[in-house]
């Protein structure tokens, strides 16, 4: 066996791992994530896959790899020391942000500290109007003397962002020339070069972040390459970017900014994949994994990308006027909504009396108490043990081993008797609320953005995703919810569909309807031939190439913009009005109302992805699975609530390939890494990829 492509995604409490080859031979691995050098369990981990299936390091071709190690750098202030220098009078940008909060009446509010402290902020005399044109020349003298005084602080990585320098770019790379001279090892970022984009705090924000996590994500990718190297894997090494799209490991320690949210896109683009093969137009992604739970949609085959995100603004879904918590970056990334509700999650009751779930989590150690590492809060995991929702005597076809009294005990001890409530409903009560918590990132990314929800499926996935899908879908009125196969590593999975992207973007701030098309035609030209460019250095000819071009639009006089794609080939004025009609549609979808005709409306950014074409699929359409069976029970007891016709019942236990023939709920679905609820009432069935169908009762609209 040869050829194949590995799939790595660390997550908070496992690391997934999955290998594939050409001929859909499959394999997959779940391992505890190793905190501290996250490398470890990624090495450990297919070392025990080539043990157990016979294979050889050289039977690697590729692989790909979401990480959580920039965004965990940020999220721990780890990162570099890092200087900035910026305009005369622009010191505090940082500080000042965008003067929004993101909780409009806690008063206790703080915004988190700034990545670079005020001392090592500094400012350098010069002046560009809007159109780049030069009002107070740069001195090399105040250069110098700001080069000076930083690395006599010490920092380790220089951040430099000027006004207007995305319009020209010429103090900026002077700067540069000038540091670089002085300090020859520093590591240096430029704004002209991280995001030549319009909007001072947004560009200065995504260019410290870029500069700060540098170090440590040059490190890892090192390390991670010296480990293969060592273990005899000499495959190429891919990042997975927050957009969706793959990029080599050494462009991803130029530019870590694009890598922050790589771990939660490549399950979106998974599900993306699968959905057009089932031709599904309409899917909202759900990934339940030990820490974290998030949603995406997906509308016509196409995942949704938001222009900019916060790092560490704790649940990052609401209303987009509650913004300003976390530290924002300016980049592509899909759009995702997230909440702290997963298995770890820990279940505690609030000072009055109510019953809570997370956001603080049991991580991978000491995990919940039923893995009896050293846990002793009660988890989500604990309440499914209690349930009977999970295999009672061992998860992971036995590897994780589980001890259900402890469960009972813990839960019995902390939340029943405080509450006044039995074992069972304590726990039933806990799925609710965990669930409850879940809709709002389901609600997030759909009905607040005028979406129904009800007309979408619900594809679940992640270690927990299957096993809480159905409440969700009931509570939402959702009528389909789709497994994916090996759904606890799907998101691994879902690398292996991704391909090689490049993003660049651009102001071109103008009003639309006053523009020369031949104008935005040549901008757009120059940034597809840099597509062009960088695809063909990575093997890709232009024949093997596309683009996408897209643009930045808002009514004249807003603030902030909706992403458009631009039709067809050659941009003309009828292009020009197919664009303010698309726009007008989205904002009135958005936001529930749109402008007149004669409002004109803005073009503020233009944006181009170049994507290579592999010659044959990035995935086989027919998989076989080969992993350790799970220990099935036939039968298992399990609660699904009080009321008549609820409580404790007798039900069946069924492995995947059991649903050949539909059956009828309730049922429990157990698998080497994931479990399936069917409750009540709704029917599952495998769809000829191998995928569970899940359709559950109509309900009145």
């Known amino acids: 066996m040869s050829g194949f492509r590995v799939g790595v995604d660390i997550g908070g409490t496992f690391t997934d791992i999955v290998l594939l080859n050409d001929q859909g031979r499959l394999f997959t691995k779940k391992v505890s994530s190793s905190v501290g050098d996250y490398s470890r369990a990624i090495i450990e981990g297919i070392g025990q896959v080539f043990e157990e299936h016979g294979l050889a390091p050289h039977d690697v071709e590729e692989v790909l790899h979401a990480t959580t190690v920039a965004s965990n750098t940020i999220l721990e202030h780890k990162g570099a020391r890092t200087g900035l220098i910026t305009t005369k009078g622009f010191r505090d940008i940082l500080e000042l942000r965008r003067l929004r909060m993101p909780r409009l009446y806690d008063l206790k509010w703080e915004k988190p500290p700034a990545l670079v402290e005020r001392y090592l902020r500094l400012e350098v005399e010069e002046r560009l109007d809007e159109k780049g044109n030069v009002l107070i020349p740069l001195k090399d003298k105040d250069v110098e003397k700001a080069v000076d005084r930083l690395l006599a602080e010490g920092i380790e990585a220089l951040a430099v962002c000027l006004l207007h320098s995305y319009v020209n770019p010429a103090h900026e790379i002077r700067i540069k020339e000038i540091a670089e001279r002085r300090a020859p090892n520093l590591l240096i970022c430029i704004s002209s070069d991280v995001l030549p984009e319009i909007k001072e705090y947004e560009r200065t924000s995504t260019t410290v972040i870029n500069a700060y996590v540098l170090p440590v994500v040059q490190q890892y990718c090192s390390r991670l390459r010296a480990d293969l190297d060592r273990a005899g894997v000499k495959a190429s090494l891919h990042i997975m970017q927050s957009n ?51 949603a995406s949609i997906i509308e016509n085959g196409e995942v949704t990308r938001s222009p900019e995100y916060a790092v560490g603004a704790g649940i990052m879904i609401g209303s987009r006027l509650l913004t300003g918590a976390g530290y924002l970056l300016k980049i592509p990334a899909i759009d995702l909504a997230e909440v702290g509700a997963g ?88 799925h609710r ?55 606890g590593v799907f998101s691994s999975f879902g690398l292996l569909y991704s391909e090689i992207e490049h993003h660049y973007s651009r102001t071109f701030w103008r009003v639309l309807r006053d523009t020369a098309p031949v104008l935005i035609a040549s901008e757009l030209d120059r940034m597809k031939m840099n597509a062009f460019e960088s695809l063909k250095r990575q093997g890709f000819a232009k024949s093997h190439a596309k683009v996408q071009c897209a643009a930045s639009l808002r009514y004249k006089g807003q603030s902030f913009e909706l992403t458009i794609p ?35 409306v803005e073009i503020v950014t ?96």
Request: charged share 25%; glycine share 12%.
């Open 433 to 487: 609320i965990a669930a409850s918590n879940m809709i709002r990132a389901i609600k997030a990314v759909s009905s607040e953005r005028g979406r129904d929800v009800r007309d979408y499926a619900l594809f679940a996935f992640g270690g927990n995703g299957p096993l809480f899908a159905a409440v969700l879908a009931e509570a939402l009125q959702m009528k389909r919810i789709v497994v994916p196969p090996s759904p």
């Open 606 to 701: 233009l944006q181009v992805i170049g994507r290579g074409v592999p010659d044959k699929p990035r995935v086989p359409s027919a998989i076989r699975i080969d992993r350790p069976k799970s220990a099935n029970l036939t039968k298992r007891r399990a609660y699904f609530g009080p009321g008549p016709g609820r409580g404790w019942m007798d039900v069946p236990v069924f492995t995947r390939s059991d649903l050949k023939t539909k059956k009828k709920g309730p049922f429990i679905i157990e698998e080497y890494d994931a479990t399936c609820v069917v409750p009540i009432g709704a029917t599952a069935r495998l769809d000829r990829f191998g995928n569970i169908v899940m359709d559950l009762p109509a309900t009145k609209r």
């Open 244 to 294: 969706g799209g793959l990029m080599t490991a050494e462009a991803a320690a130029e530019h870590p900014c694009n890598i922050i949210e790589s771990g939660p896109a490549a399950g979106v683009v998974g599900a993306q994949a699968l959905a057009r093969k089932m031709g599904l137009s309409k899917i909202i992604s759900f990934d339940m994994g030990g820490t974290t739970a998030k």
């Open 566 to 600: 631009i039709p067809g080939d050659r941009v003309t004025k009828r292009t020009f009005a197919e664009l303010e009609e698309a726009f007008g549609q989205e904002h009135e979808r958005t936001y529930g109302h749109r402008a007149g005709p004669d409002e004109p």
């Open 343 to 430: 298995g770890g999650s820990h279940i505690w009751i609030d000072p009055a009396g109510s019953l809570q779930v997370g956001p603080s989590s049991a991580g991978a150690m000491p995990g919940p108490v039923c893995y009896e590492l050293g846990g002793t809060e009660p988890t989500v995991t604990d309440a499914n043990v209690i349930l009977g929702y999970l295999n009672p005597m061992h998860l992971c076809g036995g590897e994780v081993r589980i001890n259900a009294k402890k469960s009972w005990e813990v839960f019995e001890e902390k939340i029943a008797k405080p509450i006044g409530q039995s074992v069972e409903n304590a726990a039933y009560g806990t």
